[in-house]
Nanobody, 115 residues
């Protein structure tokens, strides 16, 4: 059974930083992509940042220069460092792994940016 466990969300003031962590466990084979999505109230879920199978990183235009995705392959962990946070970054953030064995999602972690 595959599990993705997220941590690190919370309330932060505009301009602040947060770091999200996602730990993957279970049998996952041939990962095509691993990264983060978010969904704000009343909006569709959108890609924030992800690693692709070819080793590239994709970022949403709205977070380029502010967010950094990184990973620890030995620990099957992917991190999202979020800097210079804005109120429009408020959303539930989901960890995602797309693999040949399936498409997996974490339970989501709330990030709220407010003064």
């Amino acid at each position: 059974q595959v599990q993705l466990v997220e941590s690190g969300g919370g309330l932060v003031q505009p301009g602040g930083s947060l770091r999200l962590s996602c730990a993957a466990s279970g049998r996952i084979f041939i990962i095509n992509s691993m990264g983060w999505y978010r969904q704000a109230p009343g909006k569709q879920r959108e890609l924030v940042a992800a690693f692709t199978r070819g080793g590239r990183t994709n970022y949403a235009d709205s977070v380029k220069g502010r967010f950094i995705i990184s990973r620890d392959n030995a620990k099957n962990t992917v991190l999202l460092q979020m800097n210079s946070l804005k109120p429009e970054d408020t959303a539930v953030y989901y960890c995602n792994v797309e693999a040949i064995t399936g498409d997996y999602w974490g339970q989501g972690t709330q990030v709220t940016v407010a003064s």
